[in-house]
């Protein structure tokens, strides 16, 4: 973690671990990202809403999760954190879970080495930023990916 923490002593990468960290804020840009594909591919447009129907519940079991663990934010010696946080606990990253479920559930509709990328870096961003232990990442990415993969599994097939 120390490495990472090491990254945001470079003003540039810690205003882009901000900038991730607020787009990432309650799944924003996800859902965003979601609901413009489906306003904008009306032959996927079904599939864009489950999409990003599959991002808000990956979000809103990683909140569940957190209630349930309670596991708090780690506390750097001699580097407060770059962003302030919505809660006080961190174990499993609701960034994370997003994120992972975007990549998978929306990247797979378009784009898809973009939405993942821009996953990896939402990720990251969050132990640069000093909010998250790696493992909260790991399993908000993992909580994320599982929460795609079953809700995706039984998509109706067309033609």
Do not use: I, N, Q
């Amino acid at each position: 973690m120390c490495a990472l923490g090491d990254c945001a002593a470079d003003a540039r990468v810690a205003g882009a671990a901000r900038t991730l960290s607020w787009c990432g804020e309650h799944a924003a840009v996800w859902l965003l990202a979601g609901l413009a594909g489906a306003a904008t591919d009306r032959t996927r447009r079904e599939r864009w809403l489950r999409g990003t129907g599959l991002v808000a519940a990956a979000h809103l079991a990683s909140m569940g999760l957190k209630r349930v663990v309670r596991r708090p934010r780690p506390r750097l010696a001699g580097r407060a954190p770059l962003v302030r946080t919505a809660g006080r606990h961190s174990f499993p990253s609701s960034h994370a879970a997003s994120a992972g479920a975007a990549a998978l559930a929306l990247g797979g509709l378009r784009h898809r080495r973009a939405f993942g990328a821009l996953a990896a870096l939402m990720c990251v961003s969050r132990l640069v930023a000093g909010v998250h232990y790696p493992s909260d990442v790991l399993a908000g990415a993992a909580l994320g990916a599982a929460t795609a993969r079953l809700g995706t599994r039984r998509e109706p097939r067309h033609g």
